[in-house]
């Protein structure tokens, strides 16, 4: 554990993202008003301090929008990302380990999903299924599968033949086994700094998505509602487009640090 | 780095010193490098097509109707004025309209307007050689008769008050087919080219026949543009002279540009599905009226900028409307409360709003009601769907429980009202009341101006007292332009008037 | 030979399985078309003629394969929303979006491939840190924040840059390339950032390696080495990144266009598919991902070139 804080990108990181998790697990107890309510005499009123960070077009206070958005944020991250990582994870691992006619299917559908553009793919899904909180991380996690897939297969046709695997073969393990209890530990820190990555774009494809107006529903707070409707008061309330913007910035940096600080310390590299 | 740095300082440099040698000329008096004058403005979508026959987008309509003339056109409060017919009759019976037209207008073409061009249009227009009219409103025409060069007479099976009205579609050249891709009109302006995805331009028509309508700015460039701050940017970076935009932007464009705000004839309501449970009972209804507060509305989602509405009709129409219905629910959530015990909503309920993610303004109205009808118990989940989804699924299957849009308005009021008509086929409310149905198939057909009034006000007191739906406002068209643009004029139907815009030197 | 042509065949199956999922998509998007171009105001009868004359009125499928017949004879079919050619409007697309694509990677390399290089020879914390920092920001801030915080920057405070529409060639090229200017910065920022870290760490390891202890040894300047030996091989691996970049680009160019009103292919997308425009969204899928695919199909020639192993795979 020590050699990862020693890692200055880990390290940052993890400050930035700790702080964000004090935020939420603060949100949890106490926001100072209501993410809902409304006072409208009240609209768009610069940071004072009753609000800390000013209020939206609806007199709504920003600092609790944020609190709770940051939440809606870690959760659509954490939800596409994990079932990306899941389903990739399936699908890389038996496409890789066994090869064959199996892996050249799969690779073309996983091609077929990586030759849309992701925010193509996700106006497609979001078109058909409609919006809300459980088709984005739908969306968000296809748009995920494809590169853990590749990460995956290129892990296991690297080491499916390396003398490890041989020897457990010749001692009579069983693919399964060999698979996840032998195979996988080995790649599990590449994966984990392409998790962060992922982690870091969901986030990001989340704000662009409800930029578009296909991402969440309000009232719900999530940062990337919160920029595109702050975008419309750009020019009355600049506050108000800066603050989700830095939330994002923050949180992406947090996680691309990680992800960049794990990367280092697999490859070996200082 | 330092060469990157180096390289980007090049870049940047370059770029300004080519921005100096070509645009100064841009950002003073609205010419361009030719010293012909210029206006650029906007227009929120693409256009649906340039075909006046195949276009029913108002914001499509807005702009070629600088383009195309009908026999009749209309003035800035929505009346009937002369157009490339000087003068007409209607007979007693209703059902013969004889036109007499100008005799010098020449089309964009330079061919010269004639009853045969007129004749050519309305049987397109009324399906006589097409098959199928191109709207429904004009089924009724039976005959069009060309007695000399500059008459024609139109036929009509039934009377339609509103059918004059409907004569200001736009008259196209005999014989032409290509007005989709080249649009030739009589109009002040005339088309130069449209390029999809980023805009069309128009050129001053010289040889137009009306010197007081004859443009003043040599060429109009139209953007397609519909993100708002990519509109006020390009405004206050010079590179716009007119733009559509929202109340909240003009509170702080109003420093360096002249603001222009007015009623739009449009309705924007809370519609409610009257066919299904709850809304199926009026005390549900009457209590929503009561729960929301309009005034928040109107200041939250449009910073003030709109008139409130109490029945589906604007008061910009002054003629047809009906005063007595303002104010009658107040907001009162008390009352609204009641009124929900009484048809047995003790605990509230719960339901979804539909709205059309494209549109923010009812996103935010949504939002609105949604925390107003908390405070009385119910809970309003809002959904937002694609257009095209809305249009199939609420407009066209009227299929949903609530939805929150903006109708657009008509200069006649039949086409405004004929919506809650209950065989009407886009009766998305699904509202149905024989009474309401008779009074407009009688003002239909009533020639009498004063009566056909009476009955119109009739059916908006009735739609308010039925609750049909919960009417919010008219949002006003905000309407930003430099400041030595002068000369605006507002209609009470979607129509940039480019001839009456003039720079002041 | 066999594995080229091998690669070749799954490239025109790839693009059929693209074809056939935006079809089904299609198959269960809710939405008419003539009623989306019309919008509010049309009467039945005006959609159902606007329906007849687009010939919607026949199945979708009838209407797929008929495309598909088309689409053997080069002809990508008529757009519903624009009643054009699609092939016209692509082409049309095109020649803004190729030069925004063309222009975003030019800022993307160089940006990208000197500031990488730059840090991963100089480990001082001095000019370090505040270079991770800026590409840190640059990649994190989602690029249609970036594009209005360019357009707030350079057209309305500094009014350097226009900010809307696009200025062909035709037209001088510098007016155009100005045009396009902040919109290709937009996106470059962000993927030069990503470049940044890849060139870095793929130059680092390859510093790690025994021949470049080696050639320290020899007595070789470092800056020999970095140039003569560690650049060449270290941008295999970046060559890879640039092909992924293509993606991002065109799919960043969706919202970018959007904010700048460009007319290119990122427009196109937008409109036909809230118009459900069938011809027009296959024509413009098959495209985009004709690119990806190629772009792949090139890295893994070059890789396969570089490294011959990998065809055995």
């Known amino acids: 554990m020590k050699r990862y804080f020693s890692n200055p990108s880990f390290l940052i990181g993890s400050i930035i993202l700790f702080m964000m998790l004090a935020l939420l697990v603060i949100s949890f107890f106490h926001t100072p008003y209501d ?20 209020t939206d077009q609806f007199g709504r206070d920003i600092l609790s929008r944020v609190m709770k958005g940051i939440e809606v944020s870690l959760l659509i991250g954490f939800m596409a990302v994990s079932s990306g990582l899941l389903f990739g994870l399936l699908i890389g691992s038996f496409s890789g380990y066994f090869g064959g006619r199996l892996d050249e299917i799969i690779m073309k559908i996983i091609d077929t999903l990586m030759a849309f553009p992701g925010v193509l793919l996700a106006m497609m899904l979001i078109a058909v299924f409609g919006n809300g909180l459980l088709n984005t991380i739908i969306a968000l996690s296809v748009m995920a599968v494809p590169r853990f897939a590749r990460i995956t297969r290129s892990g296991y046709m690297e080491l499916r033949d390396s003398d490890f695997v041989k020897a457990e073969r010749i001692r009579g393990a069983g693919s399964l086994r060999i698979m996840f209890s032998h195979i996988l530990p080995n790649i599990v ?42 975008q419309d008061y750009m020019l009355r309330a600049p506050w108000y487009v800066l603050i989700p913007t830095i939330t994002i910035a923050l949180l992406v940096i947090a996680f691309n640090l990680i992800g960049d600080g794990l990367q280092e310390m697999n490859g070996g590299v200082k | 780095m330092k060469k990157i740095l180096v390289f980007l300082l090049a870049v940047l440099t370059l770029t300004s010193c080519a921005k100096n040698e070509d645009s100064s000329s841009t950002e003073s008096l609205g010419r361009n490098n030719e010293g012909v004058s210029l206006i650029r403005l906007t227009m929120p979508s693409e256009p649906d097509s340039l075909d006046p026959y195949i276009s029913t987008a108002s914001d499509t309509e807005a702009v070629m109707h600088n383009v195309y003339e009908g026999l009749v056109l209309f003035d800035e409060n929505g009346s009937i004025i ?174 360096n540009f002249t603001i222009h705000s007015n ?216 309407i930003a332009m430099r400041s ?22 | 030979m066999r594995y080229y042509l091998r690669k070749l065949i799954g490239l025109v199956v790839t693009l059929i399985l693209v074809s056939l999922v935006t079809f089904f998509v299609f198959q269960i998007l809710p939405g008419d078309p003539a009623l989306i171009i019309l919008g509010l105001d049309a009467d039945v009868n005006q959609i159902e003629a606007l329906n007849r004359t687009l010939g919607l009125d026949r199945p979708l499928t009838e209407r797929y394969i008929s495309w598909i017949k088309g689409l053997f004879n080069g002809d990508l ?63 994190s801030i989602p690029s249609f924040c970036m594009g209005i915080l360019l357009i707030s920057i350079f057209s309305v405070r500094l009014n350097l840059l226009p900010s809307i529409g ?50 320290r040894s020899k007595g070789l300047s470092k800056r020999r080495i970095m140039y003569a030996h560690v650049l060449k091989n270290s941008l295999i691996p970046v060559i890879t990144i640039l092909g992924l970049l293509t993606a991002d680009i065109l799919g960043g160019s969706i919202i970018i266009e959007n904010i700048f009103s460009l007319p290119g292919i990122g427009r196109l997308i937008t409109v036909s598919i809230s118009s459900r425009d069938l011809p027009l969204i296959q024509g413009l899928v098959l495209y985009l991902s004709l690119i990806v695919v190629i772009c792949n199909f090139i890295v893994d020639l070059v890789y396969s070139l570089v490294d011959p192993r990998i065809r055995l795979r």
């Open chain 2, 263 to 478: 009623p739009q004839n449009m309705v924007c309501l809370f519609a409610l599905n009257n066919a299904i449970e709850p809304f199926n009972d009026i005390r549900v209804r009457m209590a929503l009226n009561y729960a929301i507060n309009k005034d928040n509305i109107i200041y939250g989602a449009f910073d003030g900028y709109a008139t409130r509405l109490d029945s589906n009709f604007s008061p910009v129409m002054a003629s047809y409307y009906n005063s007595d219905v303002e104010n009658f629910y107040p907001y009162d959530p008390e009352k609204a409360i009641e009124l929900l015990k009484e048809a047995g909503y003790t605990d509230g309920f719960s339901f979804t709003i539909t709205v059309p993610s494209n549109y923010q303004q009812h996103v935010n109205t949504a939002q609105i009601i949604a925390e107003d009808l908390k405070a009385v118990g119910i809970k309003a989940g809002i959904q937002l769907v694609e257009w095209g989804t809305w249009l199939e699924d609420v407009y066209s299957n009227g299929n949903y429980e609530t939805t929150i849009i903006g109708l657009t308005g008509k200069l006649d009021p039949y086409e405004i009202l004929v919506r809650f008509v209950s065989d009407f086929r886009r009766n998305f409310f699904h509202y149905n009341n024989g009474e309401y149905d008779k009074l407009i198939k009688e003002a239909m057909v009533e020639t009498d101006e004063n009566k056909r009034a009476e009955l119109y006000k009739e059916c908006q007191m009735i739609l308010t007292e039925d609750a049909a739906c919960v009417w919010t406002c008219d949002p006003n068209l905000v």
């Open chain 2, 82 to 255: 002369p157009g490339l017919a000087e003068s007409w009759e209607i007979s007693d019976d209703g059902l013969e309209y004889t036109f007499h037209l100008r005799d010098d207008v020449t089309f964009h073409s330079g061919e010269h307007m004639d009853s045969a061009d007129v004749a050519y249009s309305f049987e397109i227009i009324s399906g006589l050689s097409t098959g199928e009219p191109i709207s429904s409103r004009f089924s009724t025409i039976t005959a069009i008769e060309t007695p000399d060069e500059y008459t024609v007479i139109l036929n009509l099976s039934e009377p339609n008050a509103a059918f004059l009205e409907g004569t200001r579609v736009g008259i196209i050249p005999e014989g032409y087919t290509d007005s989709a891709t080249a649009p030739i009109g009589t109009g002040p302006y005339e088309f130069v080219e449209y390029t999809p995805g980023q805009r069309i331009v128009l050129e001053k028509n010289d040889e137009y026949y009306d010197e007081s309508r004859m443009g003043s700015i040599d060429r109009a460039e139209i953007y397609i543009m519909s993100d708002e701050s990519a509109i006020v940017t390009a405004l206050q970076s010079g590179q716009l002279d007119m733009a559509q935009v929202t109340g909240s932007d003009a509170e702080v464009l109003n420093r």
């Open chain 3, 166 to 215: 696009y200025t062909p060639i035709s037209e001088g090229f510098f007016k155009s390339f100005k045009s396009l200017l902040l919109p290709s910065l937009s996106i470059a920022l962000g993927s030069s950032a990503i470049l940044i870290r890849y060139v870095r760490v793929s130059v680092l390891k390859e510093m790690g390696k025994d021949y470049v202890r080696t050639a």
């Open chain 3, 77 to 139: 079919g008529i757009s519903i929303r624009y009643n054009q050619s699609v092939s016209s409007l692509i082409g049309q697309g095109l020649k803004v979006t190729a030069l925004l694509a063309l222009y975003s990677m030019i800022f993307t390399v160089a940006i990208g491939i000197p500031v990488g290089l730059f840090l991963a020879s100089h480990s001082r914390k001095k000019y370090s840190i505040p270079i991770s920092i800026v590409s840190q920001l640059s990649l």
């Open chain 1, 189 to 230: 820190s590449e994966l984990s700094a392409t998790a962060s990555l992922s982690f870091a774009s969901a986030i990001m494809s989340e704000a662009g998505l409800s930029y578009l107006g296909l991402g969440m529903q309000p009232p719900s707070p999530s940062l990337g509602i919160m920029l595109s409707e702050a």
């Open chain 2, 484 to 505: 030595d643009l002068k000369g605006y004029k507002s209609y009470p139907l979607a129509f940039t008037d480019l001839s009456a815009l003039y720079y002041e030197e």
């Open chain 1, 35 to 54: 993410v809902t309510a409304m006072d409208l005499a009240n609209k768009l009123a610069k940071p004072s301090q009753e609000h800390f960070l000013g």
